[in-house]
């Protein structure tokens, strides 16, 4: 069997979709293949959040920021490793992919807050209505149904073909019921497959560091599909081995856990010994690092009403009670009671705890000198939440250009091949900044469309 469009768009995310708005929205025919069963990819089960400079928010708050300023901040936030001329790209359009999510998408933001990931000097993370990538993917499916985009579900791509001259024609790709389908592509594919976090293989390949102690916050389909096919074409690939884990994700799913980021409202890290063991409020990766060599590498998060009231918990009771159900979080009276339910050395807790009350009343803390304010855990109820880190998002990825075109490894654009997305490395450096995946997927997505039409 044989379609032909005039583009081809793999993977169903926010940077497919994304593309696939704009390819049809100039005009051109367009399919989108995704393997799964759903739309949306990791960017559904993301917070959604997206970093921009300069936006109506941001004015609105009276908050001063610059292009300038968010490029700085995602060039360090990646150890100065990142391509300085894809970051400017995405720092310079930023703006104008939060304006076209709103009014062409008719994604909803909050009009009155932003969120501040660590490594930004100021608020500049817009939040979707809901805190949820949900909102995005429902207003992308919602859009690529009224434009008559084809979305063919549970349609898996497996290889990029090319005419005799090298240039990408099509793409092959397999059904749910094992048809093959030829989808020829007059003017080029864009590949958006996402990353590799769900694939222990690859993680293994790039850097044996991620093993299988690692469960992954990803949906499964993120297994580097794409990374593999433009291989085949010879493409180049950067950054690979920079793989980030989230440190706070459930032991039994390895789902990244929203109520465990009480930690930044106040709630204490402690191992199975009853004693803190890192800063609750360091980087992603040493956090991860610090828990892994603990005892069964296992965190334990503590806190108490105080805390919970001041924290974001109360969106999140759904998880809160799947969380109970598991097994891994309890909320009990006393704390010796909660400690008892994961066999944690109770006099020893008692005893940290009386001690990091003690640095609350006196505004420092002494072990670890944890930044920001320090909250004695008093009030009953108290928490107890059984937390590991887990693979959450690949740095790395096919190599392309500002045009979102794919470069070989010769240092030469692929005819007709374009990426965007997770799926292309040297965008983050060695750590993407929270709030950058959106931004980026929808700048390059974006971009990938009006390239592959030039
Ligand atoms: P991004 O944030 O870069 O858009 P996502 O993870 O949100 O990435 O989306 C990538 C999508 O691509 C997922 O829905 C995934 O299931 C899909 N996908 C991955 N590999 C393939 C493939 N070989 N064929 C079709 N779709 C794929």
């Given at each position: 069997?044989?379609?032909?469009y ?17 390819v049809k ?32 928010i ?23 490793q ?59 499916g ?37 048809n ?22 690859m ?9 299988e ?29 920079n793989?980030?884990?989230?440190p706070?994700?459930s ?32 980087r ?20 108490d ?6 924290s ?15 097994g ?65 998002h ?9 045009e ?10 692929i ?9 292309t ?20 997505g ?9």
């Open positions: 069997k044989e379609e032909v005039d583009v081809v768009v793999i993977g169903g995310g926010g940077a497919g979709l994304s593309a696939a708005i704009e929205g100039a005009g051109a025919s367009v399919v989108v293949l995704e393997k799964m069963a759903f739309i949306g990819g990791n960017t559904l089960i993301s917070g959604g959040e997206l970093n921009a400079p300069e936006t109506w941001q004015e609105k708050l009276g908050i001063e920021d610059s292009i300038e300023q968010y490029k700085e901040d995602t060039l360090k936030g990646g150890d100065n990142a391509d300085e001329k894809l970051v400017t790209v995405l720092a310079n359009n930023a703006r104008s992919a939060i304006e076209w999510l709103r009014d062409e998408v008719n994604v909803s933001f909050k009009e009155d807050y932003l969120m501040q990931f660590g490594g930004h000097s100021v608020p500049r993370a817009a939040y979707p209505e809901g805190g949820s990538g949900d909102e995005l993917i429902s207003k992308l919602t859009k690529v149904e009224e434009m008559d985009i084809p979305v063919r579900k549970q349609t898996k791509a497996e290889e990029i073909l090319t005419d005799e001259s090298g240039k990408v024609n099509g793409v092959r790709a397999v059904d749910k019921d094992g093959e389908i030829i989808f020829k592509a007059n003017k080029g594919v864009i590949v958006a497959t996402g990353g590799f976090g769900s694939s222990l293989e993680r293994k390949k790039y850097n044996p560091e991620y093993d102690r690692y469960m992954s916050t990803d949906q499964p389909g993120s297994t580097g599909d794409g990374i593999v096919m433009a291989e085949e074409l010879g493409a180049a690939l950067i950054g690979m081995e793989i980030q884990t989230y706070t994700c032991p039994v799913t390895g789902v990244l856990s929203y109520v465990a980021d009480t930690r930044f409202d106040g709630a204490v890290l402690v191992n199975k010994e009853g004693n803190r063991f890192v800063e609750e409020l360091d992603r990766d040493v956090i991860s690092k610090a828990i892994l060599s603990q005892t069964d590498g296992m965190g334990y998060l503590i806190w009403t105080t805390v919970k009231n001041k974001h918990m109360d969106n999140y009771m759904k998880e809160f009670d799947q969380l109970v159900k598991q891994t979080l309890i909320k009990a009276d006393t704390i010796e009671e909660a400690a008892k339910f994961f066999d944690i050395n109770v006099d020893q807790l008692k005893e940290t705890i009386a001690k990091y009350n003690e640095y609350a009343t006196n505004g420092k803390d002494e072990d670890f000198n944890r930044r920001g304010e320090i909250i004695g855990l008093t009030e009953a109820p108290y928490y107890i939440q059984k937390v590991v880190p887990s693979v959450h690949t740095m790395g990825g096919l190599k392309i250009d500002t979102a075109r794919v470069i070989n490894n010769e240092g030469n654009p005819p007709g091949l374009f990426a965007a997305g997770e799926v490395g040297g965008i983050h450096g060695t750590n993407r900044l929270g709030g950058n995946a959106i931004t980026d997927i929808v700048v390059f974006r971009i990938a469309a009006e390239s592959v039409l030039k």
